[in-house]
Structures are given as structure tokens and as C-alpha cells.
């Protein structure tokens, strides 16, 4: 959830445009009251912490599936050292300090390119249900921060823990994305703000160093 919270100046960036684009998809202001454009853009930020989910149970029951299958208990650390190293980039990633991740953004973009249109057809959004299935889709977005989370799932190497760290990472980005609006330009001032930018990036190279750390020891 705190690597959510800390990427939220990435989240805008990345997410902005879809965000735009499902509101204006919405009906429009005159139609809904405040309360029911609050549920569309929760049911379709919903939609998005479930794909997520979704990733998380998958990777982290492959990787059990391996350890259990092959008794590879040293692939486990490995694992959680590739997690640690993917938070500290992460961390210099969102602090501006270095641009790594954008590889894996542009991994992902081929499977966007076939999703997109999906989602696109989904379009206008009438009901919270569509909403929640156009969330869905947006789940699958190319985001180094969203890679980066999977390799710490894919380390727990539990289906559940798995699902739990991706949704709570999702909920981590839900105040950023729901903020979007009104609020934008201040929240955007906020998070771009160079000493918040750091100071963010920096917590993240500390927990990243500290699991790197304890994989260490357990493969030393």
C-alpha cells in the first residue's frame, strides 16, 4: 500500500489520460448526482485493484508451484532478491534519479495494443458494471511501478500473499486516482514537488535494500 501512496506522481502521469477518458465516457454532469459519479469512478478503480489481484495470485502461485514441484527453496531467495532490487529501482525510478523501469513500460505495450480496443468498445460507460469491466482492462496498462510490485508477489510465493500485496498496492494508488479531477492540479503540484519526489523514492531504496539484505543472508 506505501509503494502505491509513494508512486502516486508516476500514477498521474501514467494514468492520466485513462482517467480523463473514462470520465468524459460518463453520462453527463447534469444526469448523475456527485454520489453516483463518486460510484462509477470507484467501480472502474475497483475494476483495475482486481486485475491486479488477479496478477498477483497468478504469478505467486507459479513461482509456489515451482518451489513446491522442484524443491527449489534457493529460487525463493533469488526471488526475493530480484524483489528488493526491482524496489530500489523502483524507488530511484520515482525519485527521478534514474529511468530503469521504462524497459518493462515498453515490454507491456504490444498487450496494451491488444486490449485497448476492447475497452475502447466499452465505451460510454452507462452503468457502475461497465465501469467495474472498462477497470478491468485498464488493470492491464504497461506501468513499471505495477511490474515491479509483481516481482515482490511472485517472491511470496503464496497465492494468497500474492493477491494481497498487488491489492494493496492497488489501494495505495486509489486516493491519487480518485483525487483526479478538481483537485488534480494541486495534487500534481504536491507530488511533483522535488523534495516530496525524493523523500518518497528514498523510502522505497530503504525497504528495497532491507529485503535485498535478508535474501542475501538466506542464500549466503
Not at 506522481?9 to 456527485?34: E, I, K, R, T, Y
Not at 524507488?91 to 521504462?102: D, I
Not at 492491464?140 to 516481482?151: F, I, K, Q
Request: contains cysteine; positive net charge.
Amino acid at each position: 500500500m506505501l509503494v502505491g501512496l509513494l508512486g502516486g506522481a508516476h500514477c498521474l502521469g501514467m494514468c492520466g489520460g485513462v482517467v480523463g477518458a473514462f470520465s468524459q465516457a460518463l453520462p453527463s454532469q447534469g444526469v448523475l448526482s456527485l454520489q453516483q459519479r463518486l460510484a462509477f469512478v470507484l467501480a472502474y478503480n475497483l475494476g483495475r485493484i482486481s486485475s491486479y489481484t488477479l496478477m498477483g495470485v497468478a504469478v505467486a502461485a507459479a513461482s509456489s508451484a515451482l518451489v513446491l514441484m522442484f524443491a527449489l527453496d534457493p529460487l525463493l531467495s533469488a526471488l526475493q532478491l530480484l524483489a528488493g532490487i526491482m524496489l530500489i529501482l523502483m524507488g530511484l525510478y520515482v525519485a527521478r534519479l534514474a529511468h530503469w523501469l521504462l524497459w518493462l513500460e515498453r515490454a507491456g505495450k504490444p498487450l496494451w495494443n491488444k486490449i485497448a480496443p476492447v475497452a475502447q468498445r466499452l465505451m460510454p460507460l452507462h452503468t457502475p458494471g461497465k465501469a467495474f469491466l472498462a477497470g478491468t482492462l485498464w488493470g492491464w496498462l504497461p506501468c513499471g511501478l505495477v511490474y515491479s510490485t509483481l516481482t515482490w508477489a511472485l517472491a511470496a510465493a503464496d497465492p494468497v500473499q500474492g493477491g494481497l500485496i498487488m491489492a494493496g498496492f492497488g489501494l495505495g494508488t486509489l486516493p491519487t486516482l480518485v483525487a483526479m479531477g478538481a483537485a488534480a492540479t494541486q495534487l500534481k503540484r504536491l507530488l511533483d514537488n522535488k523534495k516530496v519526489k525524493i523523500f518518497s523514492g528514498f523510502v522505497l531504496i530503504a525497504y528495497g535494500a532491507q529485503m535485498s539484505y535478508i535474501a542475501l543472508n538466506q542464500v549466503l
